[in-house]
């Protein structure tokens, strides 16, 4: 699927379909209008996405993995005695009228393991699924346990390590002329004619358990563990002149990979080499969630059809380092995929009534299992994500898939997630109102006052201004922005000193890789490579019929918009301004409370590692402050 598919999704950030004025009866809670509106646009949007995905099929060009890896940074090749990665995002703020010259940043550095505790389970389903319209098998489920050894063997060369094979692996039948047969205890893999360590290597990789892993005895985290409910027997032609009785030593990642292009070749696979790599990318994200990966039943029928050379497989490979840097981390992958969901414009109290039409399009197919069609139109909705939204899919019911309506329905995700700033940036595809810079001055003339959404901007450009600000150094965790605006006079200094600035203008740069005492400078981005790609706006209220408006009595829960203005508000609640006084003390938000919770322990993430900035506590003080001051003036207003 090209990048350049419709997707019918995307506004300006500054689109204003909701106005951002609340309820009069209450400063948080949206008016019926706003709701109706938002779910009518929400429905329009993704029932028209339903109907096109339905006529889709899936063909040899539909994964296209280098339209989202292109601009990732590779993995280093000289990651000797190294089991850990870290590196750092720099961006370069253009501003033709700043009261600051231009100037980079570095964000947070980013730290994550290559191994992992235990391999990914894997199972075989009794049905095969995601066909392809240029050849009757399905070797998907094949591809990926040859993909899983390439990225594990490609991640050892660069850590200058070996793999062994571990078990005693399955009997080989030799035939004068193979062919591929299923009885009910084998499942017969012709390869065709083929040499011992080739035949060798396939046996290792279809081995029930473990055939092979590294040497050290680390799991790498691409490493699968096959349940052997399908067992396999490879069928080969041996020529008498390449026959041995050598025990062989595991193939390297590019000798796997002419193993895998003949094998392809042989059955017409290559179009879906490029999706059963896809399935193995996601593999870190599936075993941080420790969920099992069900792949679809092979099929293997000789057409008479052979792709010719040079392989998709082997153009895939030339790319590997790539997606192996997106990959390797669950949270880039986690990000990716949730943000997804997100829509530009869409205010943090009306978050329930855009996720409730999506939810009566997405869980009947999760329910009947036609993941395909999810994958299908998860593929329109962004088609710079597409690949990995097509490796979750044909993953099967993983609790990626189990958790879409949880995530919905209440915003919650198996594991931690956030936007990622430089993960947005590499697969050009914004995660969160912070990625979008927004048009226009900052300053409304009509009101004199500035959107709540650049406030949170500026002060995240501005957080190590003054020491308060040291709660602001990394965005915010919820992408939905925060509704209305606040009168110039009450913003902080550092923040006012840019409001009559043009817009701040933050583009991504490059990548830098700490190895050790060494620093590799990788991925330097190319002139008129940092913009965002344009934004749809196919949306238009005009073409929003009475169908798509919801039902009479429609109210929405509001469980999904309360996580997101709790979210999105408690990030800011240190500098609570007066006049939000009534959003900060609101049920949804509560504030005080949370922050008076920082006063009383630790603040952990799901793993019970992560401590919030020390600085927060400091600035209890001055939120208690803020408050007593507001009280004052209103005993005296009376």
Not at 104 to 111: H, M, S, V
Not at 114 to 129: E, G, H, M, V
Not at 443 to 467: F, K, M
Not at 529 to 537: G, H, N, T, Y
């Amino acid at each position: 699927m090209s990048s350049s598919s419709s997707v019918s999704t995307w506004r300006s950030d500054t689109t204003d379909r909701s106005s951002g004025i609340p309820n009069e009866d209450d400063p948080v809670i949206p008016s019926p209008s706003q709701v109706g509106r938002i779910f009518a646009e929400s429905k329009y949007l993704w029932q028209g996405l339903f109907a096109r995905a339905g006529a889709m099929t899936m063909q040899c060009d539909t994964v296209r993995l280098l339209d989202l890896g292109h601009r990732v940074p590779p993995m280093p090749d000289n990651l000797q005695s190294m089991c850990e990665l870290a590196g750092q995002a720099m961006w370069r703020m253009e501003s033709a009228s700043c009261t600051s010259p231009p100037h980079t940043r570095t964000k947070q550095t980013r730290k994550w393991a290559l191994t992992r505790p235990r391999p990914t389970l894997c199972t075989i389903s009794k049905r095969s699924w995601f066909p392809f319209s240029d050849t009757k098998s399905n070797g998907v489920s094949l591809l990926f346990f040859g993909w899983t050894y390439i990225l594990c063997m490609k991640l050892l060369e660069k850590q200058h390590l070996d793999m062994k094979y571990t078990t005693r692996l399955p009997p080989t039948s030799r035939q004068s002329e193979s062919s591929s047969q299923l009885d009910d205890r084998w499942n017969t893999v012709d390869i065709g004619i083929a040499t011992e360590a080739e035949i060798q290597w396939w046996n290792a990789i279809l081995a029930p358990g473990q055939g092979w892993r590294p040497a050290t005895g680390q799991q790498s985290v691409w490493a699968i563990s096959y349940n052997g409910n399908i067992k396999f027997r490879v069928s080969a032609k041996v020529e008498p002149a390449i026959r041995s009785t050598t025990s062989f030593n595991p193939p390297s990642s590019a000798e796997a990979v002419s193993f895998l292009s003949k094998f392809a070749s042989i059955y017409n696979l290559q179009g879906q080499a490029s999706l059963a790599l896809a399935m193995a990318l996601t593999l870190p994200l599936h075993g941080e969630i420790n969920s099992t990966v069900q792949l679809p039943k092979p099929l293997l029928v000789r057409d008479g059809i052979q792709s010719p050379c040079p392989s998709i497989i082997t153009d895939e490979y030339d790319n590997l380092s790539r997606y192996m840097t997106l990959s390797s981390k669950p949270a880039f992958l986690s990000s990716t995929l949730w943000s997804t969901f997100w829509e530009p414009g869409v205010d943090s109290n009306l978050v329930s009534p855009w996720c409730d039409p999506i939810i009566k399009v997405i869980k009947p197919l999760i329910d009947r299992d036609d993941l395909e069609r999810l994958g299908h139109l998860m593929a329109l909705r962004r088609p710079n994500l597409a690949p990995l939204w097509y490796g979750v899919t044909a993953c099967g019911q993983t609790k990626i898939i189990k958790a879409i309506i949880p995530f919905l329905e209440k915003l919650q995700t198996p594991m931690v997630s956030r936007p990622i700033p430089e993960v947005a940036a590499w697969t050009r595809s914004p995660q969160s109102f912070m990625d979008l810079s927004g048009s226009g001055p900052y300053i409304n003339q009509e009101t004199g006052e500035v959107s709540r959404a650049d406030v949170w901007r500026l002060r995240h450009e501005c957080w190590d201004a003054e020491p308060e600000g040291m709660c602001f150094r990394n965005p915010p965790f919820s992408p939905w922005p925060p509704f209305g605006s606040i009168p110039v006079d009450e913003l902080e200094l550092p923040v006012r000193a840019h409001v009559s600035c043009a817009r701040h203008l933050w583009a991504y740069s490059r990548w830098t890789w700490f190895l050790g005492d060494e620093t590799e400078v990788v991925d330097e981005m190319h002139a008129n490579e940092d913009a965002w790609p344009e934004l749809d706006r196919n949306i238009n209220p005009s073409q929003v019929l009475p169908e798509y408006l919801p039902p009479l009595g429609y109210t929405p829960d509001n469980v999904a918009s309360e996580m997101a203005v709790g979210a999105i508000f408690r990030w800011s609640a240190t500098e609570m301004e007066a006049t939000g006084k009534d959003i900060y003390t609101h049920p949804w938000v509560d504030a005080l409370a949370d922050l008076e919770l920082w006063e009383d322990e630790d603040i952990k993430d799901s793993r019970g590692s992560a401590r919030i900035e020390s600085s927060s506590r400091c600035d209890l003080e001055h939120v208690k402050g803020w408050v007593m001051r507001v009280e004052e003036k209103r005993d005296l207003s009376t």
